[in-house]
């Protein structure tokens, strides 16, 4: 098997469960991280779903279009490193446990 599939089948199970995290009710999340959880998830899944067709071969492009996709993948990877690192740098990716604001 090839490893291109196991890793865009990687990213469409992580940003799904990545989609849900902002909607636990027992932590609390600034607006701004919520939409970055949701727009990072949209983004991770098409990503993952289109590089998965095409590795795949369910559709195939010249070498300039190849090309192309193949750079545009590399940016998106690093928007969603981005995202990703502006989660966790801020501690929105945990949240706050409502536990600890009440005690």
Do not use: C
């Amino acid at each position: 098997m090839n490893s291109w599939i196991v890793i865009y089948s990687i990213y469409i199970v992580g940003f799904s469960i990545l989609a849900f995290a902002p909607f636990d009710r027992k932590r609390i999340r600034a607006p701004w991280a919520k939409w970055v959880f949701a727009i990072s998830a949209v983004i991770g899944i098409t990503k993952g779903v289109i590089g998965l067709m095409w590795k795949m071969g369910w559709f195939t492009l010249g070498k300039e279009a190849s090309y192309r996709l193949d750079s545009l993948f590399h940016m998106i990877g690093g928007l969603l490193l981005g995202f990703l690192f502006s989660l966790i740098f801020s501690g929105q990716l945990n949240g706050v446990k409502l536990d600890t604001i009440s005690n």
